[in-house]
């Protein structure tokens, strides 16, 4: 997948692996335990679990890794996290 444009249109919400629901999808930074709200690409809707995630923090300039599976969804929204835009996906 080509890396994320700046300026590109984002969205919240995606599903996860088998999941049919549209959920926040949330992680902490590894360096400073930030909780974060991913933000998506708007043509991602559906990941699967085996994916890799790639983002950097916004509190800390930490570039990291997860994959998917590891990602918490969230039902409330999410406004209260920290947003982070996905950079890439492999």
């Known amino acids: 997948m080509k890396p994320v444009m700046m300026g ?23 360096r400073c335990k930030q909780t974060l709200r991913l933000m998506w690409p708007e043509y991602i809707l559906q990941i699967p679990l085996h994916r890799v995630v790639y983002l950097e923090c916004p509190a800390c300039a930490n570039s990291f890794s997860l994959i998917a599976a590891d990602l918490v969804p969230v039902c409330d929204g999410g406004e209260g996290y920290v947003p982070a835009v996905v950079n890439h996906l492999s």
Do not use: D, H, W
Not at 11 to 30: D, F, K, M, W, Y
């Open 8 to 30: 590109a249109a984002l969205r919240p919400r995606i599903c996860v692996g088998s999941s049919e629901t549209l959920a926040v999808q949330i992680t902490a930074c590894p």
